[in-house]
């Protein structure tokens, strides 16, 4: 057994290239497809590399989840008004991957890389409050590079079926979203008020 398993589904180096700018969320009027999560890249070339690699790894269905999503609402003392994206993988769902293809994973601790992006839309904006509609009704979305233009990339989107959508005042110091607060914040207390 190792002791640490350290897993990223973010080259760092190809994501500063891209410069994650933002969220997008996708909704077809008609009512045909599932919502749509766009991150939204100042080099959409970097952006479609990210998306490009995503689908070498988990394929155009994210089957056992293994890429991670967050959107975390509410306050964070020292951040501006809004919410947080939060992408990072998810240790144990790949070990869920590893055993259904006979391989086995085992370790003590794990190790992420992240990405966080603060959004602070225009108060009353119903985009965030759609996209969970959507969600709820589909369960299930489409995670998307899409440039500064607006123009999604779909032919690289990935199909995902779970999110996480939480309160900051849920995250306590040991939990995986703890990383959209800033440095030291749990210092004084598990869990922020």
Request: glycine share 6%; hydrophobic share 40%.
């Amino acid at each position: 057994m190792a002791d640490t398993y350290f897993q990223s589904f973010i080259d760092v180096e190809l994501w500063d290239s891209a410069r994650w700018k933002g969220t997008a969320f996708l909704h077809d009027p008609s009512g045909i497809d599932p919502p749509g999560l766009g991150f939204l890249f100042e080099d959409i070339e970097d952006g479609k590399k990210i998306f490009s690699g995503w689908q070498q790894r988990v394929g155009r269905i994210d089957q056992y989840e293994e890429i991670r999503v967050s959107i975390i609402r509410g306050e964070i003392l020292g951040l501006p008004s809004g919410y947080s994206v939060h992408i990072s993988s998810d240790p144990l769902h790949s070990v869920r991957r590893a055993e259904a293809e006979g391989l086995s994973l085992d370790f003590q601790t794990a190790a992420i890389v992240s990405r966080v992006q603060r959004m602070t839309p225009k108060p009353g904006l119903p985009h965030l409050e759609q996209f969970e509609k959507d969600f709820a009704k589909y369960k299930r979305y489409l995670l998307v590079p899409v440039s500064l233009k607006g123009v999604p990339e779909f032919q690289l989107s990935i199909e995902k079926h779970e999110i996480h959508l939480c309160q900051a005042s849920e995250i306590r110091a040991d939990d995986v979203d703890a990383a959209v607060f800033p440095a030291h914040y749990f210092d004084n207390d598990a869990r922020i008020h």
